[in-house]
């Protein structure tokens, strides 16, 4: 029999080997570290993510958001933006993941490939064709649209990766959304309604604020040039009645000018131009005559904050009448361009000034007529709502999960914290184990995948040090819960909070082996040096995946298909043969050595075992008697964690209680059974 278990732990050795070497191989170069060069799409890529036939061209922008404009046919095409440049992108395992996609001017996404990742997605038998797929679901999505429809759009993340493919879609959209608003093909942050119209007169229009006005009379120019060569008469009559608006807003543009002026006045404007609206009439003219000279317009400025805007003559159309019912009969009005190349921020307060002159004898004297402008509020888009982060999504989509989660938790806790009266009820503590134990396989592992891998310890690790961020860890709430209460457990009890009664595959192994010990399969002691020397290969493993993982961590995770909770809890059995085979191998030796991968294989408890060395209080009870009179407790320890002495090691107690149930229990425990015999056996005591 001896023979045989050390056949089954040789095959299963080579099966671990054999089943990862193979896909090593396959494995490729080095991937990149803890960054990520932006990647650039050539023209053939540009147009297959817009969706236009080549030829194409891109242009690079870097301002005011980074990316590449694709022209064809000399007309802009659509955008094209990269996750990682635009939001620094970081997946699941701490690495830099981009995705490349395309937008078009009517904020579309337009198509979108994966360019670059190393998340673990790929050990659980999901293929690069499903993430590629994923990735390109999103094309047709409608950034313009309201939430709820957006939200429809959107394509759900991957089963048995939720994680990872989270990740990749809440840095596509907030990415998608970045670009958007960068070039103005989404409207957001205040901007310009350039869309809604209603019709209204003059009266209405000033009503609302639309135009700003000014009012100069002959005696106000008078007293401020009095000191100037021929000053105008003083009089009740206008020196300059001047009216301005800016006119983007169709509801202003559209009545002041009409249809087509309207048109032709902003038809023509470049990105961030705006035109603005000048009418006044009175003694004073706002263009005067000089600008038909030397082509700029000496007598207007526009001051935003500490930017001087002037006009030239380019920037300069004349309305010759204007379309709104109640309009006064003004001598001039004016339309001119505000370059975009200004600053100028047409959602922010401004001032246009009018300036008027008298020559002295010492020089001239300057009158500044300013009116201050406000676009209101009900001409600007209100500030474009920000989605809800994926991860509180998801924590409302998983209330279910969450709360059985969290009463599972609370049991446990429950359990630990009063595991005296616990175990001093045999029938109790017996069935309350396997009830905890298959609801940990059947619901928390099969149900909903709450299988925690020393592939997140390892995520954990590289996102400590390539940019810590809540929200990717946040967005499994059953593994963020998990490993939440499993971190506060190791200082209070150790690794064996989550080994003995929280991970489903080792209550696979539990379960199997009870069964196994009904039916009388023999069990195996393995010798104690052996035994010892066997823990090795776990924390060798272990170090291995860490430090594989700074080198390459496609190869990492190869290397953590050690761990068989993909095959066997994450995808049910439902892999390749070589996988299976390697599960089964570890269950049949569990079979004869109660939890044989617990003890000898697994990375993950030995991750675990390290920062329980942290462990701050010790409930595992022991008499004195332990190890030298009696040594039940370590021939029964589920994990041999228990040495010949009777001292338990914390770094290989699962905490599954069973020597606490034999020492409290009186027709077990060999010292209290001695105890009542001799208590029965003195003068008086009970027979």
């Known amino acids: 029999m001896h023979r045989l278990i050390l056949l089954i732990l040789g095959l299963v050795l080579w099966l671990g080997a054999g089943a990862t070497a193979p896909l090593m191989a396959a494995g490729g170069g080095v991937l990149p570290g803890d960054t990520l060069a932006v990647s650039t799409p050539d023209p053939a890529r540009a147009a297959r993510l817009i969706g236009v036939a080549p030829p194409v061209r891109l242009v690079r922008e870097d301002a005011p958001v980074p990316g590449w404009t694709v022209l064809a046919n000399g007309q802009v095409a659509g955008y094209i933006g990269s996750t990682w440049e635009l939001s620094g992108s970081v997946g699941y395992s701490g690495r830099p993941l981009d995705v490349l996609f395309g937008l078009t001017p009517d904020a579309r996404v337009s198509g979108a490939e994966l360019v670059q990742h190393n998340e673990p997605i790929l050990t659980l038998g999901i293929s690069t064709e499903d993430i590629e797929a994923f990735v390109s679901s999103f094309a047709g999505l409608n950034l313009r649209a309201p939430q709820e429809t957006r939200l429809a759009q959107i394509p759900d993340v991957i089963s048995r990766a939720t994680v990872s493919t989270g990740v990749i879609r809440d840095s596509m959209l907030r990415s998608a959304r970045t670009l958007a608003l960068g070039r103005g093909v989404m409207a957001g942050d205040g901007g310009i309604d350039r869309v809604a119209f209603e019709p209204r007169d003059w009266d209405a229009l000033v009503t609302s604020g639309a ?8 005696t106000d120019a008078h007293e401020a040039l009095k000191d100037g060569r021929l000053p105008p008469e003083p009089g009740p ?17 559209r009545n002041l000018l009409g249809q087509q002026s309207f048109t032709s006045a902003v038809g023509g404007l470049g990105p961030n131009e705006v035109a603005l609206f000048v009418a006044s009439r009175g003694l004073h003219s706002h263009r005067g005559t000089a600008w038909r000279r030397d082509g700029v317009f000496d007598r207007l400025s526009l001051r935003q904050g500490e930017t001087v805007h002037v006009f030239t003559e380019d920037d300069y159309v004349r309305i010759d009448r204007l379309a709104a019912d109640g309009a006064p009969e003004f001598k001039e009005r004016s339309v001119f ?16 000034e009018v300036r008027a002159t008298r020559a002295t004898a010492s020089g001239d004297v300057v009158f500044t007529i300013p009116v201050d402008y406000s676009l209101p509020a009900a001409f600007l888009l209100p500030d474009a709502a920000p989605d809800t982060p994926l991860w509180q999504t998801v924590w409302q989509d998983k209330r279910p999960e969450i709360a059985g989660v969290a009463t599972m938790l609370a049991v446990l806790t429950l359990i630990l914290f009063a595991q005296e009266g616990f175990v001093s009820r045999p029938r109790l503590y017996r069935a309350g184990r396997i009830a905890f134990l298959a609801t940990t396989l059947v619901w928390l592992g099969w149900g909903i995948n709450g299988q925690l891998s020393v592939v997140q310890i390892v995520a954990f690790l590289h996102s400590l040090l390539s940019g810590f961020r809540w929200e990717t860890f946040l967005i499994d709430p059953v593994i963020f819960m998990l490993w939440s209460f499993v971190a506060l457990g190791l200082l209070f009890w150790g690794r064996g909070v989550y080994c003995g009664w929280l991970c489903p595959f080792g209550a696979l192994q539990e379960l199997t082996n009870r069964a196994a010990q009904a039916l009388r399969v023999p069990q195996i002691a393995v010798p104690q040096p052996i035994h010892e020397r066997l823990w090795v290969i776990k924390y060798v493993l272990f170090v291995g995946i860490v430090a594989l993982s700074f080198y390459s961590m496609e190869r990492a995770l190869v290397l953590a298909e050690a761990e068989p909770f993909k095959t066997a809890i994450s995808m049910r059995m439902l892999r390749a043969w070589p996988f299976v085979l390697f599960v089964l191998a570890i269950l049949t030796a569990g079979l004869f050595i109660e939890r044989f991968y617990c003890r ?6 030995a991750g675990l075992a390290i920062p329980a060395k942290l462990k701050i209080f010790d409930w595992l009870h022991r008499r004195p008697q332990c190890g030298r009179e009696c040594r039940l407790c370590e021939q029964k320890c589920t994990v041999g964690a228990i040495d010949p002495l009777g001292r338990i090691n914390p770094n290989e107690c699962i905490l599954c209680l069973k020597c606490q149930w034999i020492f409290h ?12 015999r001799s208590t029965a056996a003195a003068p008086g005591g009970s027979p």
């Open 665 to 676: 229990d009186k027709d077990t425990c060999t010292i209290l059974k001695r105890r009542a």
């Open 237 to 253: 009559g206008a020196f300059l009645d001047l009216w301005i608006a800016v006119l983007d807003p169709p509801t202003i543009g």
């Open 211 to 218: 135009l700003a006005h000014t009012l100069v009379t002959m």
């Open 337 to 352: 361009r505000i370059r975009g190349d200004s600053g100028f921020d047409p959602t922010a307060p401004f001032t246009l």
């Open 600 to 605: 000898y294989l697994c990375p993950l408890g």
